[in-house]
């Protein structure tokens, strides 16, 4: 799982929320604030908003139909919750109207922070919740195969256990606002249409206003309250002789005395900061001073030692706070509005050699006019061009990029910082087991570099890693748990692993773990993997390890260097190649595990796979696909894979 590579798909090119709100943008919001001193009126209706989210943006939709609650004429008193603050459930039979908000993650699950209330509502002791009147919006991407399973799932609980629907679930394809303020108005106009008691007529009325007033108990270690790990050891493990080479590290932290603990299969969530010259790149960009006061951002987690106050210098924010590679759509709505608010001889000055830059080429910019100029123009042609050309536009650009495409604009600072993406976790799948050692965990990252508009670029986790961050300097960091990318429970059964590049990650640790944790006497399963590099002088990560275990017996190998020979050769082509092995193995009770890239490898392992179960079971492609279903079924056929 290493969504440092950079969170499964860039999330952009959906229309922008209808408003943005700037309570929601301060920490702890000053609307929210003034709400709570007033306290609760007695006509006013109790209604739970509650969201799971893995990145934000499920807690972004669900403070924003919190505003329209309050706004919205029904007289309702929201309540927000956090899944992840109630890992051992809440008791919703308590409640008359249920607003859900839960993304989806990976093949299918919910968010790792959200798990245990999800695992707690689908159990026997959720309560049966008769009279509740509820609804769900469902987050995923229709590009994974369980597209808002989770979010159905949710709603699927929910009605079973008697509740009833004021609105129709919606299924949210990643940003679109468009469909999720549907869902807003709809939810919050059949609120208003229902005899929903006030605090006054609600027997427990009085303990729920109590209950939203207590402070909220300290959260666990995670990625709002990360542990600060000290680094312990940075270790190259390639042979660099040109740019053109891999170049991957492993890095180990000391866990200390977090009591945190993992579970091979399990990935390391890295809060990073951004480069250094990127930030100063933008600050120019902005034309703002580096000091400048600007407020905390809502979704930031907390430092240790903990923040006063509500603000923080811009250098400061733009570091650990932003996302500069991808801003929201709605950046081009701030930049066309504060073209508008030119004069000429504004829009002369801003201009670079007399041109602006857009979509690449370089076009004359009217210099009066505006907005109806040449650079407003542009701008909104750009906005009116429909979801393929506003991608393209994105893709190759970061925040800065946009900025100086568009220099003649002035935006307002607070509204650039409203539109740019929170800068997200990364997570690494890791590669070590706590029986090796026990207060540090380990992973293995490979360093992202590349070219963009003819500009270097560099990948924001991976870089901190290999060449800002020192020994002895601190991170925060936190577990993330992956409970469907397991060993099996019973070590006697066989694993096959396909794991090229940092795929191979999770399985030196499962590797570890089955080697150290073995007791004495006992027989381990045959442990077979496929690795793959481009040659074994250069990138063969960990390879001194690999041909230790497969000399010892511990381990059947097979290597497949890509560019080594004068055709290319990958894990798949190894895998056919090894047909009877796999099969025999499977039938024996093994289990299959892929970890890597989702976009060509993982797809192509797949369809070696069921080659060798159609040629061996002799059945056809279609039987071949119902073995396969039934291993996945079985929890036999995992994969950790990443876009």
């Not at 919001?29 to 007033?38: E, F, S, T």
């Not at 990976?106 to 245990?116: F, K, L, Q």
């Not at 008697?162 to 940003?175: K, L, S, T, Y």
């Not at 442990?527 to 381990?555: H, M, N, P």
Request: proline share 6%; net charge neutral; hydrophobic share 40%.
């Amino acid at each position: 799982m290493v969504l440092g590579r950079y969170v499964c798909s860039r999330l952009r090119n959906r229309s922008p929320p209808t408003e943005t709100s700037f309570d929601a943008f301060l920490r702890p919001g000053a609307k929210a604030v003034k709400a709570q001193q007033a306290g609760p009126g007695p006509e006013q209706k109790p209604v739970t908003v509650l969201y799971g989210t893995e990145y934000g943006f499920s807690k972004e939709i669900a403070e924003k139909l919190v505003g329209k609650l309050k706004e919205g004429g029904c007289l309702c008193r929201p309540r927000l919750l956090d899944m992840a603050e109630h890992p051992e459930g809440y008791p919703l039979d308590a409640e008359q109207a249920l607003l859900v908000v839960c993304s989806t993650q990976g093949d299918g699950v919910p968010p790792s922070e959200a798990r245990e209330f999800c695992d707690w509502l689908a159990g026997a002791s959720a309560a049966k919740v008769a009279g509740l009147n509820f609804s769900v919006c469902a987050l995923g991407d229709t590009s994974y195969t369980h597209f808002c399973a989770c979010g159905k799932a949710v709603d699927a609980r929910l009605e079973q256990l008697g509740g009833q629907r004021c609105a129709p679930r919606a299924d949210i394809n990643r940003e679109d606002w468009k469909a999720v303020d549907a869902w807003i108005e709809a939810a919050v106009r059949s609120l208003s249409e229902l005899p929903l008691k006030t605090l006054a007529q609600s027997a427990g009325g009085q303990a729920a206003g109590a209950q939203q007033q207590s402070a909220p108990k300290q959260k666990r270690w995670g990625k709002s309250r990360p542990f600060y790990g000290r680094v312990v050891a940075i270790e190259g493990l390639c042979q660099i002789s040109s740019s053109d080479d891999k170049d991957t590290i492993r890095v180990e932290v000391d866990l200390g005395d977090s009591a945190l603990t993992y579970t091979p299969g399990d990935a390391l969530g890295i809060l990073p900061t951004n480069c250094p010259q990127g930030v100063d790149e933008l600050i120019e960009a902005l034309g703002a001073a580096r000091d400048t006061e600007v407020p905390v951002p809502s979704w930031h987690y907390e430092e240790a030692p903990a923040r006063t106050g509500s603000t923080m210098p811009l250098h400061e924010a733009l570091s650990k706070c932003y996302d500069l590679r991808s801003p929201k759509p709605e950046l081009l709505n701030v930049l066309l509005s504060s073209i508008g608010s030119l004069t000429p001889s504004h829009v002369e000055n801003g201009l670079q050699n007399g041109v602006a830059h857009a979509n690449g080429t370089v076009t004359k910019a009217a210099g009066s006019g505006l907005p109806n100029g040449k650079l407003g123009e542009k701008l909104r042609k750009l906005l009116a061009s429909g979801e393929a050309s506003s991608e393209a536009y994105f893709e190759p650009r970061h925040v800065t990029d946009v900025l100086q495409d568009f220099s003649a604009a002035k935006p307002d600072l607070l509204k650039v910082l409203a539109a740019l993406r929170p800068l997200l976790p990364r997570l690494y799948s890791i590669s070590s087991s706590m029986l090796e050692r026990e207060r540090s965990v380990q992973v293995t990252v490979a360093t992202v570099r590349y070219e963009s508009l003819g500009r270097p670029r560099i990948g924001v986790t991976s870089t901190l890693l290999a060449e800002r961050l020192k020994v002895g300097d601190v991170i925060p960091v936190y577990i993330h748990k992956n409970p469907d990318f397991r060993l099996p429970a019973d070590a006697a059964r066989p694993i096959i692993m396909v794991g090229p590049g940092t795929g191979l990650a999770p399985f030196r640790a499962f590797m570890q773990e089955r080697l150290l944790g073995r007791a004495e006497g006992t027989e381990l399963g045959d442990a077979v993997l496929y690795f793959g590099c481009r040659r074994s002088d250069q990138d063969y990560l960990y390879g001194d390890l690999l041909e230790q275990w497969a000399a010892t017996g511990a381990l059947t190998l097979f290597t497949a260097f890509s560019r080594q020979q004068a055709h290319k050769v990958y894990v798949q082509d190894r895998l056919r190649e090894s047909g009877q092995i796999v099969w025999r193995l499977l039938e024996a009770g093994g289990h299959f595990y892929v970890c890597g890239d989702a976009a060509h490898m993982a797809g192509a392992v797949e369809e070696a796979l069921l080659s060798i179960i159609e040629a061996e079971q002799g059945k056809g492609p279609e039987a071949a696909r119902a073995y396969l279903a039934d291993l996945t079924a079985q929890q036999r056929y995992q994969r950790d894979i990443w876009y």
